[in-house]
Nanobody, 113 residues
Framework: QVQLVESGGGLVQPGGSLTLSCAASGSIFNYDMSWYRQAPGNQRELVAT???????NYKDSVKGRFTISRDNAKKMVYLQMNSLKPEDTAVYYC????????WGQGTQVTVSS
């Protein structure tokens, strides 16, 4: 079993940047890793994915602003978020899938002036 722990959320002004981190308790070498988010009253949505092979995919509204990356040796996944907008406000979750799937507990990101 792999535990995922997110960190790095917080309050940021529109146009600002944040980097979210996801620390895994075990190897993520074979895992496809993703970031999801859920805003109040909305369904959880996929933001970005990085496959075990390093391929990346993004939700259209974050393309060019967000970058997902991974460091298998450190068992870490990151989400660099730039040019943040109020509509990016949500709880962000780390997700990993291989033979099983795992979720982190989430970290709050609030974009507001």
């Amino acid at each position: 079993q792999v535990q995922l722990v997110e960190s790095g959320g917080g309050l940021v002004q529109p146009g600002g940047s944040l980097t979210l981190s996801c620390a895994a308790s075990g190897s993520i070498f074979n895992y496809d890793m993703s970031w999801y988010r859920q805003a109040p009253g909305n369904q959880r949505e996929l933001v970005a994915t990085i496959t075990s092979g390093g391929n990346t995919n993004y939700k259209d509204s974050v393309k060019g602003r967000f970058t997902i990356s991974r460091d298998n040796a450190k068992k870490m996944v990151y989400l660099q978020m730039n040019s943040l907008k109020p509509e990016d406000t949500a709880v962000y979750y780390c997700y990993g899938r291989y033979r099983y799937q795992y979720w982190g507990q989430g970290t709050q990101v609030t974009v507001s002036s």
